[in-house]
């Protein structure tokens, strides 16, 4: 299916999502990944390293559903210090989701990388 036609929309559901990897291979955000009929407009996505120690993140949109596809990357191995944030999209930047693509995390520290995105769901 198509994505819709976001000049003619119908509704906009605001939206949060966390994700948090627990393992070291590529994790799918499936809460990102819209609907039929949809489209997800990306406000910003946080990542907060909930360890004392180092650790990476690469996130990336991929343009098949399920993570496959190929992979582009919006962040590759940015190292996030210990109990520290990094922004890695915000309104400045314009992320559009559409129903055939994915985004995906890895993180090379299990568990230490919490993710939290806003986004519209655009329908």
């Known amino acids: 299916m198509a994505n ?8 906009i559901y605001g939206a949060s999502a966390g994700l948090v990897p627990t393992g070291t291979s590529a994790t799918t955000w499936t809460a990102l990944t819209p609907a039929a009929g949809t489209v997800n407009k990306i406000g910003s996505i946080v990542a907060a390293n ?11 949109l991929n343009s098949a559903t399920g993570g496959g596809g190929t992979p582009f990357r919006l962040a590759f191995q940015i190292t996030v210090p210990g109990n520290t944030t990094l922004i890695i999209v915000d309104k400045s930047v314009g992320l559009y ?7 995906v995390a890895t993180s090379n520290v299990s568990n230490a990388i919490e993710l939290v995105a806003t986004y519209e769901s655009l329908t």
């Open 50 to 60: 909930v360890t004392a120690s180092a650790a990476t993140i690469t996130l990336s």
């Open 97 to 103: 989701v559409g129903e055939g693509q994915s985004v």
């Open 4 to 11: 819709p036609n976001i000049v003619n929309v119908s509704a």
